[in-house]
Structure formats: C-alpha cells, structure tokens
C-alpha cells in the first residue's frame, strides 16, 4: 500500500474554503425544518407532507448533519442565522 504525503496548506486552505460555504439545503428539507420550526412534531410535519415519519426523521438527520448539528433548536438557529430560512419570532412581550 502506497503512502501519500498531503501537504497540510491544502488542508488548511480546504477547510477555509468550507467555512465560507453555506449548505445547501433541498426544498424537502427547508419545508422540514419550517415546519418543524413552527413547533411540528416529526409525525405531525409527515402528515402535512403525506410521507412517513421515518421520512421527515431521515430528513432532520440529514439537516443536522449539513448544519452540524445535534437538534431541532440547533438546527432552527443554524438555518436562521445562515439565511436558509427567514426569522420569525412567534412570541409576544406583554
């Protein structure tokens, strides 16, 4: 088996590149996250959509792993603060 040497530069300069891109998301997954942002359960956003649980559940997988994070809070916060979906406050200050 060959060893290859990887010069650490092109690690470094890579890994830059991969900062200032922003994930891409497909419009399942935004309409997901949306919902889930909008206080939808897994099973609630699967009827809306009329796919199966197990469908939004391995969507949500794939957000968190694009996003790089762990869960549905995170996830909001991420895809709002990257711009991939607009911030909505649904509280109200009384």
Known sequence: MAV?????A????DRE????RKPRLT?????????????HS????ADVLFVSKR???????????????NNRVQA???ATRLG????EPTFRSY
């Open 55 to 69: 469908t939004v559940d391995s969507h949500l997988a794939n957000i968190y792993d694009k996003l790089q994070v």
């Open 84 to 87: 991939l979906i607009p911030f």
């Open 76 to 78: 909001y916060r991420a």
């Open 17 to 20: 590149k991969g900062r200032d």
């Open 27 to 39: 419009k399942r997954e935004i309409e997901i996250l949306n919902l889930i942002a909008q206080g």
């Open 4 to 8: 290859v040497a990887i010069d650490p």
């Open 10 to 13: 092109l690690l470094a300069a």
């Open 42 to 45: 897994s099973k609630e956003a």
